[in-house]
Every structure is written in C-alpha cells, then in structure tokens.
C-alpha cells in the first residue's frame, strides 16, 4: 500500500485516540490538496476565514464533475467524495449523499438562500426570537434526569459512562424535544447507529464492504423518514408542546416548512441527538478524570463547569471535522488555490489547538478567558443544537462529580467509536467507591 | 451590582446569549440583539453562561460600584 | 496584556510619566483609563468630564431606552474596580495650556500632566434658531438626560412626532416611534434617508423600510420653522414642501458637532472637522508639527487611514472610540519604537424597522455600489461598496455573519465587484453609482467621513455660501449667489 498522507492517517482507526500530533503536522502547511483532489485545511484563522466565505458552499451537489478535472480523478474517488461522513453536530444532520436517495438534503447541506430560510423554520419553535426561553426551561428537567441516572449506579463498585449516563442523557432529552414516544426509543437508537456506521467509512475496509454498509445505511435512513413521516402525521393530528409539533403547527413569518423538510430536519435532529452530545458528555468525564485536580476543584466551585465546557469543546470536541464543503469560485488562501468545485475539509479540532490562535493550546485550561474555539464550527451553519449540548453537558459532569465518590479511570485508555469525525469513546469504564444523595 | 456590556461591532446575532439568558438578552427582530444592561444580581449563573457561550466573545460582565452608577453633578464638589 | 508590556511600562519613559489627564468621560476615555491600567501604568489617572454622569454607553439611547425596555440610568459602563482613576464630573474643560502642560477647568482649577488624552466627542447640533430650540417639545437625543427626556415625551403618547434628520439617529428614533404606534414623519433634505452614511442608493432602501413601517418619510423636503403656542408649547412645523404639521414632539437629529471649542488657544490643529492626529494618536499642532504627550481618541479625532488615500478620517462609532482609545493608550506610555498605529477599519451597526444593519469599512469613500449576496425583496443582503475598482466597505441587512470575509477582502484590496459565486446572489454583479451626495447636502452627518490629505489641508468648502447651505432649513436646490 502507498504511504499514508497525513489526513489519511487521522482517518485511520489506529490513531483515534489521539490525532492531535497528527494535527500539528497538518498545521505546518495549512492547506493541502489532497491527491484525490480535495483540500484539507488545519489552521485556525483559514478555517474561520473560510466558514465566513461566501464562496465555500455545503451543497455537495454543487461538487463539480465536469468544470474541474484534477489529474487522475477516476469514478471511484468521486465517489469517495460522495461518501464523506456527514455533518453531524455543527448543524445536525446526516446528508444522505452516497445513498442516492432523492430525499432533499437538510438544512446542513443547503447553501443560502435556501438554508437560511429552512433554518429560520427550524429555529421558530427552538429558540429567539420566537421561543427564547425552550432550551433554558429545560435545566430542573435535565437535572432530575442526570440524578435518574446517577441513582442507577447505587450499589455499583465498576460502570459505564457511555451506556450508563452519556448516552440516555441527550438520547432522552433530543426524543421528549421531538415528541418521540418513549416506547419507540430502543428503535431510534438502533436505526441511529446504523446510519452513522454506515455513512462513517472506515477507509481500511474494501470497496465492497464499504459499497455495501453505504447501501444499507441508505435502506435504513429511508426506514427512519418513514418513522418520522408516521411520526409527522401523528402530531399533525394531536399537536404537542414537543418541537415537531411546532414544526408542523407553529410558524413565523417564512411560513409552514414543507413536509419533506419536517421529514429531514426532525431526522437529523435525532440522529444529532444521538451522535454528539454523548461524546461531549463521555469527554468530559475522561478529561477531568486524567485532571484529578480539576475534577476536585470542580466538585468544590459548581460554577467552574461553564467555562470547562467551553474548554472542552475546545480541547476535545465531539465534532473534529466538517468534511462536506465545496469552493464555489476558485479560493486562494494561505497561498495555495483551492480550485472551483473541489472539496473542502476543515479540521475543526486541530484549528482549535492551533498554537498561532491559542497560548498553549495543548494544556486543558478550564480558566482559559480568550476561547473561541471552533467546537460548534462557526457561520451560518453554526450547530443548531449547541444551547441545549451546552446546558446538558455542564448538568450532566456538574451532577455526575458532585455525587461519584472517588471516580477513577478503570483503564487509560478506552476504546473509541469508529468516526474520526464524530470521535468519542465507545465505553468508558470507571471505577467509583459509591453513590451520594 | 451586575452589569454587562456586548460589543455589538463583533456580535454576528448567533443568539447564543438568548438561549442561555432569555430574559437578560432578547432578539429584536431577526437579528438584532438587544440586552439588560442592568440584570438582578441572581441572573449572574445565567448571565455567565450566556458570556462564555457566546461564539465571538462579545460580552463583558462585570461588578459596578453603586456609589458610581449615582453620581451626581457636584461629584467634582467633593474632590 | 502580558507581562511584557507591564514590564515595559516600568521602564525609562513611564518614570517620567506620573499624571495622565484625560479629557473626555465617555466611551474612548473610559476604555484609554482601563487599557492604561492594564498597559501596567501605575500613576495617577484623572477624567474630566462635562457631563454629571459616570461615563455610559449611548447606542441603547436611541433604541431600548426610548422603547421603555432600559432604564436610562442603566446604561452606565461597567469599569474595572481597580481602575484607582481621579474622576472630574459635571466640570467641563475650558482651555489648555500646552506651554506650562495644563488643563483649564470651568471653575478655574489648573489640572497639570505628563501626557494628556483629549477624547471629547461630540454634541448634538442644535436647531439653528434659538427661540424655536427653547420651544417646549423640541428635543435633542445625544445625551442620556436627553434620552431620559425624549423617552418621557414619547411615552406620554403625542399625537405626531416630527424628525428633523433622516440620518441614524433620527431613523432609529423614527423606528421607535412606530414600534410604538406614534404616527411620525421624518423629513430629508436630501433624495433618501441615510445618504450620507451609506449613499442614496442603500438610501432608497432605507426610505422604502420607512415607508413600509408606516413613517410619513418627506426626501427632499426640509422644516423651515418650529411654531409654539402661547405658553411655549410646539405646536406645528412649516415644511418646505408647502405643510404645515400638527405636532407636539420634535427631534432634531442634524447630526454631531465637534468639542473643540476649549482647545481655542491652544496651537493646536483642529477645526469642525475635528483634531488632527497621526497614525499613533499624536495630535499635532496648527503648524503640522506632531505635539509630544497630547494624545487624541474617539469622535473628535481625524486620523490618517492607511486604506483610504491617505485622507484623515472622522469617524463617530462605537468601535473606534473603543479601539483608537486603545492604541493612544499604549502609545501613552509607550517609547516610540513600541508605537502601535491606529489602522481599524470602521464598523457600524444600527437597528431599525425590523432589521440589523452593519457596515465595515468606509461607505462614503465609495463611488459603486453592488449587490453581492440576498435580496432587496426578502430585507436580507449584503453590498459591496468600491472606489475605482477595488473594495472599500460592505453594508449587512441582516446578514451580519457574512461581513469577516468583507472586512478580510477590504484589507486585502480585493478588485471590485468581488467574484464570489455565492449561491445568493445573481450569475453577474451590477454595480451601480454608490450615490453620495457633495458634502452639505444632507441634514445629518455621515457618521464616517474623510476629511483631507493632511492636518493642514483646509475643508473643501469652508465658505459664507456653503455655511448656508448647511442651515439645515435651507430647502434643496438653494443656489447661492
């Protein structure tokens, strides 16, 4: 096999749980073509310069074929393209690329003026100006919910915190917010992961194997647009106070979003739901775990957790990577040109310890005041569910600290899910010497 | 007492404050996003959220002297 | 900062510097004190100010407090508790002597410095005729007693408001009144509102938001009297256009006049343009000699920008008193090896009729204008402006999260129209004339203006003539003789 390029290898499973050196190579040239004719951009102020571009679309069907014939370009690689891992978790979405269904894209991979208006619709019944207050009426709610939890491990000397907390949590609150009945939510979680095993290739298996999980991901994608087509129907007849009830009933000044909108927006959503604020939660409690000291200085200042999600979503973000991009016009930025219709990959996660952005950007430094760091992405398309992520996770590790007595890593370090993308652990085993009230 | 200022040059209306502090910062309109100089001081777990969730750092928070926000004319009287 | 510049501020230039004065309690003189401390300047720090007030922040003037949502005591800035500054409210400066490095104060006093920062903004220009000012129910809105005072009309409900001005101000409070439900009429004496500010043909979108609104929006039209009844009460406005108006609240919103006024005697190089300083801040004197030690910031300076033909700038943004503020500071106490120079572009936001607008950039240096991005039909859209084909400025309707890659493309000289390809906007940019009036035209002020090459050139039109034509109830198409 040919070597590896660099974006190759943070791709490849080997390095999941930790790309960061991988990223400070990037960094050194902060474009670079790839040899199948994408871009891949590492550095911080090309990539908030970049997601401020109107001329970087995230359409892929504005990829072009024709107009844009890098070298050796064959079928296979544009195909590849295709196949790129969604954007889950900036604006929550899994775009349905690669399975050639005629399904519209969501919001997440529509350009302006089509996203901005989709995305008003979206955020009418979520958020300002029309429902300010949704997301923070939530907290007394969530904080009963990560306490449900916590009691669960009463008596338990070894748990999960993947299984056990980091996974109901968001999975829980993303299914009462859509209005999904509780009986139906073992059914979401399975169709959930198979569609990101599906779309989230791992670029070692064969062409075939991977043809084939892209096909199936397909069929189930299609299997959870008829959930929520059910589902649509069923609040269309008995509106809620859920957030898919507003979709259909409550809207503003663009008018009722159109139902095969409803169908993509409710499932990403719920695929976005399901797929980040879990490894945001799951980070969290890795990285105090391996910082006992700010574990324990948590535990004595509950207001430390705002800035240490902040932090955190800095220095081990959820989402490490927008891989969905394309340069609409000829860009050039950091002297190199990135051509007309070429893909574009930003790594998020290495812009944000970009040493040029940030003072020691490898220290986790929940004190850090300067941090804009790129853990939701930045622009339009800045991640629709980052309020609720927020609150969620600073309840769930402000809960999970003050009530784990001696919480200590069973093992360093845990195995990870398969998306370099939508990186996180697939368990996290801790061992603790009890439970408080 | 409890005072903020957001320096609207930098805010790009993400809203991020609104969500985290919805009777501090409102949206007027689409985009335009208005604010409580003046909060309760038991906004503040709020008013921080807000601060530190903000995507281009645009909110100041901070303790003002109360003796400072009164001052009258002959403050100069007084020196 | 770090604790280099602190370290630096200890060293040989900052012993000599113990006493800095400065003149201006508002935004910039306030961010100069806050940035001094944190330069690691330990001196004494004094703050003359003219009006009684701690200083306060003056956008929510014109549109949450008039609304009622904030209470205008409530706009005062928060300051650092260790700022240890020497505050001098409600005591306007009234001469400076540069000889014997003194501020002259109303009472008499004598404050002596090491350096001085003059940041003192602006006032509100006045109705030209002085009996018909006095009228009980005309109104200026620049200060936060003014503000206190308008938002107290308004809420007792007048049948009709009348706005002298279409300028940011006066189309700001032109907004309030109708959120509101006060009927309103806004009266131009140039082709659209906002002109100066962002050309006649982003003008002609402001004046259609207007009218969309429900403003009686009169271009071209100008207020020739103010009438009262007989206990002095205002009553009624004369208009050019032949209309008397029934009316008990005006607002005169002709735009801002330099504090200049105090530095009569002092040598140094300023007139109603304001004070002339260089890149570092440095004002100079009337002989085009930068002074050492005197300092200028905020709205009352004129400052050579880098990007705009070598013009000196005025610009009256919050931004600009922040940043300019700043960088005088550092220069303060700084030697000069360690200068920094004042380059910010100028950025502006305003809210009115259900939009958010923000500019960056300079608008009125501009000679085309182009659409780039959204649509004029959906009120969301961005425009580039360009000055011989390159790109000098953008104008956001709400679509602010666009204008980083405006302000990345203004500092790298982008051609203009710029090739985007966006997928809002249309195959082939039209740019059309930008549309700035010669200067004098309009009853408000640009907010953002060049101003000549130089601290000596003179105005381009500082004649009896022009003076008239700046009498804001000279009705357009006036020639003078």
Same mark, same amino acid.
């Given at each position: 096999?040919?070597?590896?390029?660099?974006?190759?290898?943070?791709?490849?499973?080997?390095?999941?749980?930790? +790309?960061?050196?991988?990223?400070?190579?990037?960094?050194?040239?902060?474009?670079?073509?790839?040899?199948?004719?994408?871009?891949?951009?590492?550095?911080?102020?090309?990539?908030?310069?970049?997601?401020?571009?109107?001329?970087?679309?995230?359409?892929?069907?504005?990829?072009?074929?024709?107009?844009?014939?890098?070298?050796?370009?064959?079928?296979?690689?544009?195909?590849?393209?295709?196949?790129?891992? +969604?954007?889950?978790?900036?604006?929550?979405?899994?775009?349905?690329?690669?399975?050639?269904?005629?399904?519209?894209?969501?919001?997440?991979?529509?350009?302006?003026?089509?996203?901005?208006?989709?995305?008003?619709?979206?955020?009418?019944?979520?958020?300002?100006? !029309?429902?300010?207050?949704?997301?923070?009426?939530?907290?007394?709610?969530?904080?009963?919910?990560?306490?449900?939890?916590?009691?669960?491990?009463?008596?338990?000397?070894?748990?999960?915190?993947?299984?056990?907390?980091?996974?109901?949590?968001?999975?829980?609150?993303?299914?009462?917010?859509?209005?999904?009945?509780?009986?139906?939510?073992?059914?979401?979680?399975?169709?959930?992961?198979?569609?990101?095993?599906?779309?989230?290739?791992?670029?070692?298996?064969?062409?075939?194997?991977?043809?084939?999980?892209?096909?199936?991901? &397909?069929?189930?994608?299609?299997?959870?647009?008829?959930?929520?087509?059910?589902?649509?129907?069923? !609040?269309?007849?008995?509106?809620?106070?859920?957030?898919?009830?507003?979709?259909?009933?409550?809207?503003?000044?663009?008018?009722?979003?159109?139902?095969?909108?409803?169908?993509?927006?409710?499932?990403?959503?719920?695929?976005?739901?399901?797929?980040?604020?879990?490894?945001?939660?799951?980070?969290?409690?890795?990285?105090?775990?391996?910082?006992?000291?700010?574990?324990?200085?948590?535990?004595?200042?509950?207001?430390?957790?705002?800035?240490?999600?902040?932090?955190?979503?800095?220095?081990?973000?959820?989402?490490?990577?927008?891989?969905?991009?394309?340069?609409?016009?000829?860009?050039?930025?950091?002297?190199?040109?990135?051509?007309?219709?070429?893909?574009?990959?930003?790594?998020?996660?290495?812009?944000?310890?970009?040493?040029?952005?940030? !003072?020691?950007?490898?220290?986790?430094? +929940?004190?850090?005041?300067?941090?804009?760091?790129?853990?939701?992405?930045? &622009?339009?398309?800045?991640?629709?569910?980052?309020?609720?992520?927020?609150?969620?996770?600073?309840?769930?590790?402000?809960?999970?600290?003050?009530?784990?007595?001696?919480?200590?890593?069973?093992?360093?370090? +845990?195995?990870?899910?398969?998306?370099?993308?939508?990186?996180?652990?697939?368990?996290?085993?801790?061992?603790?010497?009890?439970?408080?009230? | 007492?409890?005072?903020?200022?957001?320096?609207?040059?930098? $805010?790009?209306?993400?809203?991020?404050?609104?969500?985290?502090?919805?009777?501090?910062?409102?949206?007027?309109?689409?985009?335009?996003?208005?604010?409580?100089?003046?909060?309760?001081?038991?906004?503040?777990?709020?008013?921080?959220?807000?601060?530190?969730?903000?995507?281009?750092?645009?909110?100041?928070? $901070?303790?003002?002297?109360?003796?400072?926000?009164?001052?009258?004319?002959?403050?100069?009287?007084?020196? | 900062?770090?604790?280099?510049?602190? #370290?630096?501020?200890?060293?040989? @230039?900052?012993?000599?510097?113990?006493?800095?004065?400065?003149?201006?309690?508002?935004?910039?003189?306030?961010?100069?004190?806050?940035?001094?401390?944190?330069?690691?300047?330990?001196?004494?720090?004094?703050?003359?100010?003219?009006?009684?007030?701690?200083?306060?922040?003056?956008?929510?003037?014109?549109?949450?407090?008039?609304?009622?949502?904030?209470?205008? #005591?409530?706009?005062?800035?928060?300051?650092?508790?260790?700022?240890?500054? #020497?505050?001098?409210?409600?005591?306007?400066?009234?001469?400076?002597?540069?000889?014997?490095?003194?501020?002259?104060?109303?009472?008499?006093?004598?404050?002596?410095?090491?350096?001085?920062?003059?940041?003192?903004?602006?006032?509100?220009?006045?109705?030209?005729?002085?009996?018909?000012?006095?009228?009980?129910?005309?109104?200026?809105?620049?200060?936060?007693?003014?503000?206190?005072?308008?938002?107290?009309?308004?809420?007792?409900?007048?049948?009709?408001?009348?706005?002298?001005?279409?300028? *940011?101000?006066?189309?700001? @409070?032109?907004?309030?009144?109708? #959120?509101?439900?006060?009927?309103?009429?806004?009266?131009?004496?140039?082709?659209?509102?906002?002109?100066?500010?962002?050309?006649?043909?982003?003008?002609?979108?402001?004046?259609?938001?207007?009218?969309?609104?429900?403003?009686?929006?009169?271009?071209?039209?100008?207020?020739?009297?103010?009438?009262?009844?007989?206990?002095?009460?205002?009553?009624?406005?004369?208009?050019?256009?032949?209309?008397?108006?029934?009316?008990?609240? /005006?607002?005169?919103?002709?735009?801002?006049?330099?504090?200049?006024?105090?530095?009569?005697?002092?040598?140094?190089?300023?007139?109603?343009?304001?004070?002339?300083?260089?890149?570092?801040?440095? /004002? %100079?004197?009337?002989?085009?000699?930068?002074?050492?030690?005197?300092?200028?910031?905020?709205?009352? /300076?004129?400052?050579?920008?880098?990007?705009?033909?070598?013009?000196?700038?005025?610009?009256?943004?919050?931004?600009?008193?922040?940043?300019? /503020?700043?960088?005088?500071?550092?220069?303060?106490?700084?030697?000069?090896?360690? *200068?920094?120079?004042?380059?910010?572009?100028?950025? *502006?936001?305003?809210?009115?009729?259900?939009?958010?607008?923000?500019?960056?950039?300079?608008?009125?240096?501009?000679?085309?204008?182009?659409?780039?991005?959204?649509?004029?039909?959906?009120?969301?859209?961005?425009?580039?402006?360009?000055?011989?084909?390159?790109?000098?400025?953008?104008?956001?309707?709400?679509?602010?999260?666009?204008?980083?890659?405006?302000?990345?493309?203004?500092?790298?000289?982008?051609? %203009?129209?710029?090739?985007?390809?966006?997928?809002?906007?249309?195959?082939?940019?039209?740019?059309?004339?930008?549309?700035?009036?010669?200067?004098?035209?309009?009853?408000?002020?640009?907010?953002?203006?060049?101003?000549?090459?130089?601290?000596?050139?003179?105005?381009?039109?500082?004649?009896?003539?022009?003076?008239?034509?700046?009498?804001?109830?000279?009705?357009?198409? %006036?020639?003078?003789?």
């Amino acid at each position: 096999m040919i070597q590896q390029s660099l974006y190759e290898q943070v791709l490849d499973y080997a390095n999941r749980a930790n +790309p960061y050196p991988l990223y400070a190579q990037l960094r050194q040239t902060p474009v670079t073509r790839q040899t199948d004719g994408s871009y891949v951009v590492s550095t911080y102020r090309e990539i908030v310069s970049l997601l401020h571009d109107p001329r970087i679309g995230s359409d892929f069907r504005k990829r072009s074929v024709h107009d844009r014939p890098p070298a050796g370009l064959s079928t296979n690689k544009e195909q590849a393209f295709k196949s790129q891992v +969604p954007e889950v978790g900036t604006e929550a979405s899994a775009s349905n690329e690669g399975s050639e269904t005629e399904v519209v894209p969501s919001f997440i991979g529509l350009d302006p003026p089509e996203h901005d208006r989709i995305r008003r619709q979206a955020t009418w019944p979520f958020g300002p100006p !029309h429902k300010p207050g949704r997301v923070a009426d939530m907290e007394s709610e969530l904080i009963c919910l990560a306490n449900r939890q916590i009691d669960t491990m009463k008596g338990k000397s070894s748990i999960d915190i993947v299984e056990d907390f980091a996974y109901p949590i968001p999975v829980t609150m993303i299914s009462k917010l859509l209005g999904v009945p509780p009986e139906d939510q073992a059914r979401l979680h399975a169709l959930s992961e198979a569609i990101i095993e599906g779309i989230d290739l791992d670029p070692q298996k064969s062409q075939e194997e991977r043809k084939r999980r892209q096909e199936q991901s &397909g069929q189930t994608f299609k299997d959870l647009e008829q959930y929520m087509e059910a589902l649509i129907e069923r !609040h269309r007849k008995h509106p809620g106070s859920d957030l898919l009830s507003g979709l259909i009933t409550d809207y503003g000044p663009d008018g009722p979003m159109a139902q095969p909108d409803i169908v993509s927006t409710a499932s990403l959503l719920l695929i976005a739901g399901h797929e980040t604020t879990v490894n945001l939660i799951t980070n969290g409690m890795l990285t105090l775990l391996r910082h006992p000291d700010v574990l324990e200085r948590l535990r004595r200042e509950p207001n430390l957790v705002i800035r240490l999600v902040e932090e955190l979503l800095r220095y081990e973000p959820p989402v490490q990577i927008l891989p969905n991009r394309v340069a609409l016009a000829d860009i050039t930025i950091a002297g190199t040109i990135i051509q007309k219709g070429s893909p574009v990959i930003l790594l998020l996660a290495s812009g944000s310890r970009d040493p040029a952005r940030f !003072h020691d950007p490898d220290k986790f430094d +929940p004190d850090r005041r300067d941090n804009m760091h790129l853990g939701f992405g930045c &622009g339009i398309h800045y991640c629709y569910g980052a309020p609720l992520a927020r609150l969620e996770t600073q309840i769930a590790l402000t809960e999970l600290v003050r009530r784990l007595e001696n919480p200590r890593l069973a093992y360093d370090q +845990p195995p990870y899910r398969q998306s370099a993308t939508l990186r996180g652990p697939r368990h996290l085993i801790i061992e603790i010497d009890g439970v408080k009230d | 007492m409890l005072r903020i200022v957001v320096d609207l040059n930098r $805010c790009e209306s993400y809203a991020q404050c609104v969500f985290a502090a919805p009777t501090v910062f409102w949206m007027k309109d689409e985009e335009s996003l208005e604010y409580d100089y003046a909060p309760d001081d038991s906004l503040l777990v709020q008013v921080e959220r807000a601060a530190a969730a903000c995507p281009v750092q645009a909110i100041s928070i $901070c303790w003002l002297d109360e003796q400072l926000e009164q001052q009258g004319g002959n403050h100069s009287e007084q020196q | 900062m770090s604790s280099n510049n602190a #370290e630096k501020t200890s060293s040989s @230039v900052q012993r000599s510097v113990q006493r800095i004065v400065i003149v201006g309690a508002s935004l910039a003189g306030l961010s100069a004190a806050e940035s001094l401390r944190s330069e690691g300047f330990a001196g004494t720090i004094t703050v003359i100010g003219d009006e009684p007030h701690a200083p306060y922040d003056r956008p929510p003037l014109s549109k949450t407090v008039l609304t009622g949502w904030l209470q205008a #005591e409530h706009t005062t800035l928060p300051q650092s508790v260790d700022l240890q500054a #020497e505050w001098l409210l409600g005591m306007p400066a009234i001469g400076l002597d540069l000889g014997n490095r003194e501020v002259e104060l109303a009472d008499g006093r004598r404050v002596g410095f090491d350096r001085l920062l003059i940041s003192t903004g602006t006032h509100a220009r006045t109705w030209p005729d002085l009996a018909q000012a006095a009228l009980d129910g005309v109104c200026l809105l620049h200060t936060r007693d003014d503000a206190a005072r308008l938002r107290a009309r308004l809420a007792a409900r007048p049948k009709r408001v009348l706005v002298i001005g279409g300028g *940011f101000t006066g189309s700001e @409070v032109a907004s309030v009144c109708r #959120e509101l439900g006060l009927a309103v009429t806004v009266t131009e004496r140039s082709a659209t509102p906002l002109i100066g500010a962002l050309g006649a043909a982003a003008g002609a979108f402001a004046g259609q938001l207007q009218r969309a609104h429900g403003v009686d929006l009169r271009c071209n039209v100008t207020v020739m009297s103010l009438e009262g009844d007989e206990s002095g009460r205002l009553r009624c406005a004369y208009l050019s256009d032949g209309d008397i108006l029934d009316i008990d609240v /005006a607002v005169v919103a002709l735009g801002a006049v330099r504090n200049v006024e105090w530095l009569r005697d002092s040598g140094l190089a300023f007139d109603s343009r304001g004070l002339a300083c260089d890149a570092a801040c440095r /004002a %100079f004197d009337i002989n085009g000699i930068v002074t050492d030690g005197i300092f200028v910031a905020g709205d009352v /300076a004129r400052w050579p920008h880098p990007l705009y033909g070598g013009e000196l700038l005025a610009v009256e943004h919050w931004g600009n008193a922040v940043e300019q /503020a700043r960088t005088a500071a550092h220069n303060m106490v700084s030697v000069p090896a360690d *200068f920094r120079a004042y380059k910010s572009l100028p950025a *502006f936001w305003s809210r009115q009729f259900g939009v958010n607008l923000k500019t960056i950039g300079l608008p009125s240096f501009a000679d085309e204008v182009v659409l780039t991005q959204g649509s004029v039909l959906e009120r969301r859209l961005v425009a580039a402006y360009g000055y011989k084909g390159r790109i000098v400025a953008a104008l956001t309707v709400n679509m602010a999260r666009w204008l980083p890659a405006y302000k990345a493309m203004i500092e790298a000289r982008v051609p %203009f129209p710029p090739v985007l390809h966006s997928p809002d906007s249309s195959a082939e940019l039209r740019p059309v004339p930008a549309g700035f009036p010669p200067h004098g035209q309009t009853t408000h002020s640009a907010n953002a203006i060049k101003t000549g090459t130089g601290p000596s050139t003179p105005p381009p039109e500082e004649s009896s003539t022009s003076d008239k034509v700046k009498d804001p109830r000279v009705p357009p198409g %006036f020639q003078p003789k």
